[in-house]
């Protein structure tokens, strides 16, 4: 298996721009993260699904991010606009199941807006 | 309010010694632990794990201890090497109470220098 993919794996925009980031989860994982790493905060939850379904968002800072996952192998996370201090690391992650805790990261995303 | 900290930002060791990485957790409803190695520019990688009804779990030249009743658990290498080199992060996962939901806290990281 080719593990998490996200792309892009950089991206730099100006303060204001759209911004969206991709994931395509492990095959067979029914568990999708979306994960922010800063220096501040180290790494949060931004939000989860579980079979295509959010879960829970309660970590997604504002209302200009949002995030869907409109089928098993594929999920945006999207910023509206963006602001310089979204800049920051943004991971992907996949779980198989109930049966295990484990995650699995993808290469992540590094935000840069200026 | 960190549920999960690790207080070593840094620890650098010498080839061959042992690295021992600390990590204290708060929440009591947590009971299953991971520990996770990221390089720069990569992912976080699953190294090892451990359930909150063992206090040992070994897996080649790394160990993880548990200790409950002082809600702490350690990572050993042994012997370390400079592949070994990375940001080693402790999470711990519990079910969330009234919501039936598991996620994972994670630790703010201890960055491992192995130096030759």
């Known amino acids: 298996d080719a593990g998490v993919i996200q792309s892009p794996r950089h991206e730099v925009t100006e303060m204001g721009q759209e911004v969206t980031l991709r994931c395509k989860p492990i095959s067979g994982h029914d568990y999708l993260f979306w994960y922010r790493q800063t220096m501040m905060r180290g790494l949060e939850l931004l939000i989860y699904?579980?079979?295509?379904?959010?879960?829970?968002d309660s970590g997604m800072p504002e209302d200009r991010f949002s995030a869907k996952m409109p089928n098993a192998s594929f999920s945006t996370l999207k910023i509206q606009p963006s602001e310089p201090r979204d800049s920051a690391v943004y991971f992907c992650?996949?779980?198989?199941?109930?049966?295990?805790?484990?995650?699995?990261f993808g290469p992540g995303t590094r935000l840069t807006v200026l | 309010d960190q549920q999960v900290k690790q207080n070593s930002p840094s620890l650098s060791v010498q080839e061959g010694r042992i690295s021992i990485l600390n990590c204290d957790y708060t929440n009591s409803m947590f009971d299953y632990f991971l520990w996770y190695k990221k390089y720069p520019a990569e992912g976080p990688t699953f190294l090892i794990s451990?359930?909150?009804?063992?206090d040992k779990n070994e897996d080649g030249r790394f160990t993880v201890f548990l200790n409950k009743s002082a809600k702490h658990l350690s990572l050993h290498i042994v012997p370390s090497q400079p592949g070994d080199s990375a940001v080693y992060f402790c999470a711990a996962s519990g079910l969330i109470s009234d919501t039936g939901r598991r996620a994972l806290t994670f630790g703010s990281g201890t960055r491992l220098q192995v130096q030759p």
């Open positions: 451990i359930s909150s009804i063992k």
């Open positions: 699904f579980n079979n295509n379904v959010p879960i829970d």
């Open positions: 992650a996949s779980r198989q199941d109930l049966s295990t805790d484990t995650q699995y």
